[in-house]
Nanobody, 113 residues
Framework: QVQLVESGGGLVQAGGSLRLSCTAS????????MGWYRQAPGKQRELVAL???????NYADSVKGRFTISRDNAWNTVYLQMNSLKPEDTAVYYC???????WGQGTQVTVSS
């Protein structure tokens, strides 16, 4: 089992930047891909960025060109650099594998207009 702890959220004005971090522990050798997900109030959780063990990345259309996912080689930490933030990016952000079975507390990102 993989344990995940997200950090780095906060309150930022529109157009600003934040960098989220996700620290992984436990059975990290089993990880094939990691993603950042988000859930806004009243909406379903969605995948916004994914990175594979080979370094390939995929992004939701809504964040392409603004968000960048990266990781260290050992899957100890996964990052999400978020630039040009918009109010619609406001959500609780979670990291998880590409086959999530449980969720952590996430980190709140609030973008003011």
């Amino acid at each position: 089992q993989v344990q995940l702890v997200e950090s780095g959220g906060g309150l930022v004005q529109a157009g600003g930047s934040l960098r989220l971090s996700c620290t992984a522990s436990g059975s990290i050798f089993s990880i094939n891909a990691m993603g950042w997900y988000r859930q806004a109030p009243g909406k379903q959780r969605e995948l916004v960025a994914l990175i594979t063990s080979g370094g390939r990345t995929n992004y939701a259309d809504s964040v392409k060109g603004r968000f960048t996912i990266s990781r260290d080689n050992a899957w100890n930490t996964v990052y999400l650099q978020m630039n040009s933030l918009k109010p619609e990016d406001t959500a609780v952000y979670y990291c998880n594998t590409n086959t999530p079975t449980s969720w952590g507390q996430g980190t709140q990102v609030t973008v003011s207009s």
